[in-house]
């Protein structure tokens, strides 16, 4: 069955960096593309960016250009979200989330990582 | 960068009851719609997409309907596990893609 799995809850520093992990398995990882979605505290869902794991050829939305980074490692189905020079605001859940193969909506996503909480506290 | 809206913020329903809740894009996004349910401390999950198809293993008490600017989400009759809160998102015009804010559907 597909499964996402996503590394550990992380406390950091305002200026530290984080680097969220996000494996997978029970599909072909470079069928698919993966995207980022964020979560504020009590807030709703917004849409970060995607990566097109065939090509590594990553995309962010305008919030999210300059200290977010996508990467992959498909020797282990594993795709990454780096985030530097962390602020108080960043504090949030970042999901990973499947999107669709060749031809279809990369950003509709049917399968989801359980989340990681990064939180941003000095 | 399209906007999506969802009315109402809080729908208030008891079990049993019908459930209708509204999206609307702020210009046309076709039939590339997709709704997502979330309960607390858990991932969203795909419920519909392409406006009115219910991903693999969803119930048939959960129904899409719309097209162009204004779409609805029905759950025919609420059971238990139903409570949560519900997402839109467009993915006809990306990036960026855009979720609507929420609606949660709370006890009566």
């Known amino acids: 069955q597909v499964q996402l799995v996503q590394s550990g809850s992380e406390l950091k520093k305002p200026g530290a960096s984080v680097k969220v992990s996000c494996k997978t398995s029970?599909?072909?990882?470079?069928?698919?593309?993966m995207n980022w979605v964020r979560q504020a505290p009590g807030q709703g869902l917004e849409w970060m960016g995607w990566?097109?794991?065939?090509?590594?050829?990553?995309t962010y939305a305008l919030d999210f250009t300059g200290r977010f980074v996508f990467s992959l490692d498909t020797s282990v189905s594993t795709a990454y979200l780096q985030i530097s020079s962390l602020k108080d605001e960043d504090t949030a859940v970042y999901y990973c989330?499947?999107?669709?193969?060749?031809?279809?909506?990369?950003?509709?996503?049917?399968?989801w990582g359980q989340g990681t909480l990064v939180t941003v506290s000095s | 960068e399209i906007m999506m809206t969802q009315s109402p913020a809080t729908l208030s329903v008891s079990p049993g009851e019908r459930a209708t809740l509204s999206c609307r894009a702020s210009?046309?996004?076709?039939?590339?719609l997709a709704w997502y349910q979330q309960k607390p401390g858990q991932p969203p999950r795909l419920l519909i997409y392409?406006?009115?198809t219910r991903d693999t293993g969803i119930p048939a008490r959960f129904s899409g309907s719309g097209s162009g600017t204004e779409f609805t989400l029905t759950i025919s009759s609420l059971q238990s596990e139903d409570f949560a809160v519900y997402y839109c998102?467009?993915?006809?015009?990306?990036?960026?893609?855009?979720f609507g804010p929420g609606t949660k559907v709370d006890v009566k």
């Open positions: 989330a499947r999107g669709q193969g060749p031809g279809l909506p990369a950003v509709l996503n049917d399968y």
């Open positions: 029970g599909y072909t990882f470079s069928n698919y593309a």
């Open positions: 990566i097109n794991t065939y090509t590594g050829n990553p």
């Open positions: 210009q046309s996004v076709s039939s590339n």
């Open positions: 392409g406006a009115s």
């Open positions: 998102q467009q993915y006809n015009y990306w990036p960026p893609s855009t």
